[in-house]
C-alpha cells in the first residue's frame, strides 16, 4: 500500500510587505488622481479671493448711498444740475481707504429721472419728472454699484 504524500506548505518570509512595483503603481496611480483634483480646486480657490474683494467693497458703496440718501434734496439737485450728465460724476465723489491701505474710488452719480416715461422713449434721464433724482454710487473698473432714487417730497 502506498502512503499518500503529503507536502507542507512553508510561508514565505517576503510575502509580508508591498514589492517594489505595487509601490511604483500604486504611486502612479495617485499622481494622476491628484492633479486634476487639485486643478479641480482651483477655481473654487480663486472664487474665494474675488468673493472677499466683492464682499470688501460692498459696504463702502453702502456707506456712500446712505450718506446721499440723508442729504437735502436741494443740494442733490444742484449737483446734478453741475454734472449736466449721469454719466458724469459729481462733487460727491471721493477715494474710500480701507485699515488694510487699499483706496478705492467711489464715484457718485445723479440725474434728473424720469419715473412714468411719459415721453415713451423708455430713455430713464429724459422727460424727467420734477423731485425725483437718480443717485447711483460705483467703483470704476469693478462693475459694481449700487443705486436709488430720491423724491423731493419724502
Not at 488622481?33 to 467693497?57: Q, R, W, Y
Not at 423708455?122 to 433724482?133: A, K, V
Given at each position: 500500500?502506498?502512503?499518500?504524500?503529503?507536502?507542507?506548505?512553508?510561508?514565505?518570509?517576503?510575502?509580508?510587505?508591498?514589492?517594489?512595483?505595487?509601490?511604483?503603481?500604486?504611486?502612479?496611480?495617485?499622481?494622476?488622481?491628484?492633479?486634476?483634483?487639485?486643478?479641480?480646486?482651483?477655481?473654487?480657490?480663486?472664487?474665494?479671493?474675488?468673493?472677499?474683494?466683492?464682499?470688501?467693497?460692498?459696504?463702502?458703496?453702502?456707506?456712500?448711498?446712505?450718506?446721499?440718501?440723508?442729504?437735502?434734496?436741494?443740494?442733490?439737485?444742484?449737483?446734478?444740475?453741475?454734472?449736466?450728465?449721469?454719466?458724469?460724476?459729481t462733487s460727491y465723489s471721493d477715494v474710500y481707504t480701507y485699515a488694510s491701505g487699499r483706496q478705492v474710488v467711489r464715484n457718485v452719480y445723479i440725474a434728473r429721472?424720469?419715473?412714468?416715461?411719459?415721453?415713451?422713449?423708455?430713455?430713464?434721464?429724459?422727460?424727467?419728472?420734477?423731485?425725483?433724482?437718480?443717485?447711483?454710487?460705483?467703483?470704476?473698473?469693478?462693475?459694481?454699484?449700487?443705486?436709488?432714487?430720491?423724491?423731493?417730497?419724502?
Amino acid at each position: 500500500m502506498s502512503h499518500p504524500v503529503t507536502r507542507r506548505m512553508h510561508p514565505r518570509a517576503n510575502m509580508a510587505g508591498l514589492s517594489y512595483v505595487e509601490v511604483l503603481v500604486a504611486v502612479a496611480l495617485i499622481t494622476l488622481v491628484l492633479v486634476p483634483a487639485l486643478d479641480a480646486l482651483s477655481p473654487g480657490l480663486t472664487g474665494s479671493g474675488i468673493h472677499k474683494a466683492t464682499a470688501e467693497d460692498h459696504y463702502p458703496l453702502i456707506g456712500k448711498l446712505e450718506q446721499m440718501l440723508i442729504e437735502p434734496y436741494g443740494q442733490l439737485n444742484s449737483a446734478a444740475d453741475a454734472a449736466g450728465s449721469p454719466t458724469t460724476p459729481t462733487s460727491y465723489s471721493d477715494v474710500y481707504t480701507y485699515a488694510s491701505g487699499r483706496q478705492v474710488v467711489r464715484n457718485v452719480y445723479i440725474a434728473r429721472y424720469d419715473g412714468d416715461n411719459a415721453d415713451a422713449d423708455d430713455d430713464p434721464f429724459t422727460g424727467t419728472n420734477d423731485g425725483l433724482l437718480w443717485v447711483q454710487v460705483a467703483i470704476p473698473g469693478s462693475g459694481m454699484s449700487i443705486e436709488s432714487l430720491v423724491s423731493e417730497y419724502d
